[in-house]
């Protein structure tokens, strides 16, 4: 098995913000499970019985990030399988906030005719919870099969039925519309660019026939008997 990479080395979104959502390096963009601060290659045949398939098209999808909020539990041990996708007819967006850290957030949103390239996790119910009371309550974490349908992903890896995702309730927007996470971009410059206290939101509505997920108001904690039907 090749030797683990130690996210310990890459930088912490919370030291330099402006390299939100990703400052991973190009050789660890490939599929790759985290586990307790280091990154092994993502093997076939990965069991993921009992997760849940959860985008993400933040900084969740950075191994560093998923350091700095499990280390020191149990969920840290639990290893998160992280894979690259491509979804057609959505987007990453800007919200129209600033995070604690110094960043400006991103989110999930319709883009018709847009080709996004994000990642895919599964996450046990303790990585889940964590997770989830790391997110604001102005994020819902909605999914439905008409997420899980336009993912474009390897063959070899079993299909989700539902794939879930963190929503916003709105976008940061400008004369142009949304603004949208260009991945070819450096993520310093679109930072600095990011004048939220000057510009303006627009609703993201989720779609109607998608299923929320209810979470505590003050914890953000997802009930239980709900956690209990998604994995």
């Not at 993201?204 to 953000?220: E, F, G, L």
Request: with cysteine; aromatic share 10%.
């Amino acid at each position: 098995m090749p030797a683990p990479t130690h996210t310990r080395t890459w930088p912490s979104l919370v030291d330099v913000p402006a390299l939100y959502p990703d400052a991973r390096n190009r050789v660890n963009r490939g599929p790759l499970l985290y586990r307790a601060g280091k990154c092994f290659p993502l093997e076939q045949g990965t069991d993921l019985a009992g997760r849940t398939a959860v985008l993400a098209v933040g900084s969740n999808g950075y191994p560093r990030q998923l350091r700095d909020k499990l280390a020191g539990t149990p969920a840290d041990l639990q290893g998160v399988p992280l894979l690259p996708i491509i979804l057609d007819g959505f987007d990453v967006a800007y919200c129209p906030v600033r995070s604690r850290k110094g960043y400006v957030p991103v989110t999930l949103a319709r883009h018709h005719g847009a080709i996004c390239l994000t990642w895919l996790q599964w996450l046990t119910m303790d990585q889940l919870n964590l997770i989830s009371a790391s997110e604001g309550s102005r994020y819902s974490l909605a999914g439905s099969q008409a997420l899980a349908a336009p993912a474009q992903m390897p063959a070899q890896w079993p299909r989700p039925r539902i794939v879930y995702g963190w929503w916003f309730d709105s976008l940061f927007c400008t004369r142009d519309g949304p603004v949208w996470l260009n991945i070819y971009r450096p993520n310093r410059s679109q930072q600095a660019g990011l004048d939220i206290e000057h510009g303006s939101s627009c609703s993201n509505p989720i779609p109607k026939d998608w299923r929320v997920i209810p979470r505590d108001a003050q914890t953000h904690r997802i009930d239980d008997d709900f956690m209990s039907q998604l994995c």
